[in-house]
């Protein structure tokens, strides 16, 4: 592969994946449902259809992630006030737990990635990459701003 931005971000973002798999693989929740959770802490009472779009996913793919992190009592459905058709999601108890759980790993995995870069170096890197983000989302959804949801998933330190 070259080392062009694209490859070395699709290569860091793969092992980073890889690496915390590892780090969790004991405590039974998967990459998938981790980044779940993580929106879902970032955005409570998000509509499955934000949260399917944040996931970039079809709405019945997320519906069927959200059924089985229901059926483990991780999140919940709530009726939406506004719209009977509509369901809004939400944290459990235990699923805040878990959260907190596998932040550690999340660190870590974190940690292990930055190893030997400066917090001078890591601070360039968060702004060019917050940069980036912003250039590709406006450029996606035509959209001059990205400030109803966060696609931040877990972990939050830089």
Known sequence: MDGTVGNLVAQVARLLRRSFDERTRDIGVTRAQWQVLGLV???????????????????????????????????????????????????????????????????????????????????VLKRVLETMLANLTRRATGAPDRKQATRHGPPRKS
Do not use: C, F
């Not at 709530?78 to 878990?98: F, K, S, V």
């Open 41 to 123: 802490r970032d955005n409570e009472g998000i509509k499955q259809g934000g949260l399917a779009d944040l996931l970039e996913v079809e709405p019945i793919t997320a519906a069927r992630m959200i059924d089985r992190l229901q059926e483990q009592k991780l999140l919940e459905r709530r009726a939406d006030p506004a719209d009977r058709r509509a369901w809004r999601i939400y944290l459990t108890a235990r699923g805040t737990e878990l959260i907190e759980e596998m932040q550690p790993y999340a660190y870590k995995t974190h940690e292990a990635a930055l190893e030997n870069v400066s917090a001078e170096d890591r601070e």
